[in-house]
């Protein structure tokens, strides 16, 4: 027994921790030498190093969670990264991922559904089904059916397109908008079309820490004018896009029409000529 123990306190110095006493079968008590905390480990992932402080992980999960304006209620040792928050503003608890937490991609599913289903009723519209993502498929007013994504009908921003056809012959905006990242003080442009440029912002679900502001905008006297100026433009500097990938991680939809902050001036003036 003696020769075992030694080797436990043995392992355990290696990896930076105290060993105390056993416990029970495989699990024995450490003490993490740089915090001081202790906990229950299992010799053989003290051996391999597969083992983390649940106290110091904990407090860093709740020091994010501030940051988004959450308090951590239920941390979950078993859970593959996914930890129970309150929502300081709403007092809904919600099991939130890691992943989404970091990068600000998620919402109160609670108040999320309350406002969706006000919406629908302020438009009158019947929600006869979810689809897929943020999809859902409705009844409209004049009786048509359409898919339309909840964000669109969070703002009022669609139409029966069987009712009305002259959707490409309405007014529209071209513009440019800076997206700012709080966290790692980096900006980027979109450009887009809109008829509303801030119903357009918001369909854009960006993370929490992402702030906006539109720095140009010019109008058009159809959508389908905009748009094809939008496409020329796209398609001639297609090649100094930010990559849609990392694009992704901070808006839930035209991370594919983003362009270096610095491109601005280049952007812009073609916007002008056109």
């Not at 308090?71 to 992943?99: A, M, P, W």
Request: some cysteine; glycine content about 4%; proline content about 1%.
């Amino acid at each position: 027994m003696c020769k075992k123990s030694d080797k436990l306190i043995s392992n355990a110095k290696e990896k930076g921790l105290t060993y105390l006493n056993r416990d029970e079968g495989r699990y024995h008590l450490y003490r993490f030498n740089d915090c001081g905390h202790t906990q229950k480990i299992r010799s053989d992932k003290v051996v391999s190093g597969q083992f983390q402080c649940r106290k110091c992980n904990e407090a860093e999960y709740q020091k994010e969670a501030e940051k988004h304006n959450l308090t951590l209620v239920e941390f979950k040792k078993s859970s593959c990264g996914n930890h129970v928050y309150r929502f300081n503003e709403c007092g809904h608890t919600q099991e939130i991922r890691t992943d989404n937490l970091k990068f600000g991609k998620f919402r109160c599913k609670t108040c999320s559904e309350e406002k969706h289903k006000a919406a629908a009723e302020q438009y009158n519209l019947k929600i006869i089904k979810h689809l897929q993502s943020d999809k859902y498929l409705y009844e409209l007013p004049c009786g048509h059916t359409k898919e339309i994504s909840r964000s669109k009908v969070l703002v009022g921003s669609f139409q029966c397109q069987i009712c009305d056809a002259s959707y490409h012959t309405q007014p529209s905006k071209l513009y440019l908008v800076k997206m700012y990242n709080r966290l790692t003080r980096k900006s980027w442009i979109k450009l887009g079309i809109a008829k509303n440029i801030e119903h357009r912002i918001k369909n854009y679900g960006l993370s929490s820490f992402i702030t906006t502001k539109i720095l140009f905008e010019k109008d058009f006297e159809t959508h389908l004018a905009a748009l094809t100026i939008e496409q020329n433009l796209h398609s001639k500097y297609k090649d100094k896009k930010v990559d849609p990938k990392l694009m992704r991680q901070y808006m839930k939809s035209g991370f594919s029409e983003c362009y270096p902050f610095s491109f601005f001036k280049t952007i812009n003036q073609e916007i002008l000529v056109n």
